[in-house]
T-cell receptor
Framework: DVKVTQSSRYLVKRTGEKVFLECVQDMDHENMFWYRQDPGLGLRLIYFSYDVKMKEKGDIPEGYSVSREKKERFSLILESASTNQTSMYLC???????FGTGELFFGEGSRLTVL | AQKVTQAQTEISVVEKEDVTLDCVYETRDTTYYLFWYKQPPSGELVFLIRRNSFDEQNEISGRYSWNFQKSTSSFNFTITASQVVDSAVYFCALSATDRGSTLGRLYFGRGTQLTVWP
């Protein structure tokens, strides 16, 4: 069974803390993505990666960084968490095709609350 | 630029009614994919269908059907004889390579909340 696993379902952090969200996929996919989901705003792309050590900014990269040292793992880092980063974070992976990215497989999400 | 519009923010129906969720997309690419995802109350996004830009044939899977029309840039989703378990947020998405780039990413609409009442 294909799987995208996010390390934490729920996290509570304080303003200014450094936060790591980890994501692992077992499908040998080239692409990995981090989205955040907020009510009324849908899914917004933060960063994505199409290869090891490669990363591309999405639509809302400010305040975030990412790391992809191994093909199966894609980490999202909040260097100094702020209350406006309270959100649901979704990791996904996909295979690259001639039509662009194939379907995304999503993890269960990580709900982050910053106090 | 790539864009997906789901104009219906919320839809409510009574069980056994048919319901159509609209999706309109914009792209200048000639090769692309269109997708539908379901997000039930549990939160995990579930892939429903993928369609490539060269295949306009409509698809039916049980109570679900999809109508892809390039002439109107639409990829609508119909649920026949809706059930309470269909209650979820449904997202339409577009995958294109972006002009000048070989990188692909998915562009999501804002989603349609479907509520099916017993």
């Amino acid at each position: 069974d294909v799987k995208v696993t996010q390390s934490s379902r729920y996290l509570v952090k304080r303003t200014g803390e450094k936060v790591f969200l980890e994501c692992v996929q077992d499908m040998d996919h080239e692409n990995m993505f981090w989205y955040r989901q907020d009510p009324g705003l849908g899914l917004r792309l933060i960063y994505f990666s199409y290869d090891v050590k490669m990363k591309e900014k999405g639509d809302i990269p400010e305040g975030y960084s990412v790391s992809r040292e191994k093909k199966e793992r894609f980490s999202l880092i909040l260097e100094s968490a702020s209350t406006n980063q309270t959100s649901m974070y979704l990791c996904a992976s996909s295979r690259m095709t001639v039509f662009g990215t194939g379907e995304l497989f999503f993890g269960e999400g990580s709900r982050l609350t910053v106090l | 630029a790539q864009k997906v519009t789901q104009a219906q923010t919320e839809i409510s129906v009574v069980e056994k009614e048919d319901v159509t969720l609209d999706c309109v997309y914009e792209t200048r690419d000639t090769t692309y994919y269109l997708f539908w995802y379901k997000q039930p109350p549990s939160g995990e996004l579930v892939f429903l269908i993928r369609r490539n830009s060269f295949d306009e044939q409509n698809e039916i899977s049980g109570r679900y059907s999809w109508n892809f029309q390039k002439s109107t840039s639409s990829f609508n989703f119909t649920i026949t004889a809706s059930q309470v378990v269909d209650s979820a947020v449904y997202f339409c998405a577009l995958s294109a390579t972006d002009r000048g780039s070989t990188l692909g990413r998915l562009y999501f609409g804002r989603g349609t909340q479907l509520t099916v009442w017993p």
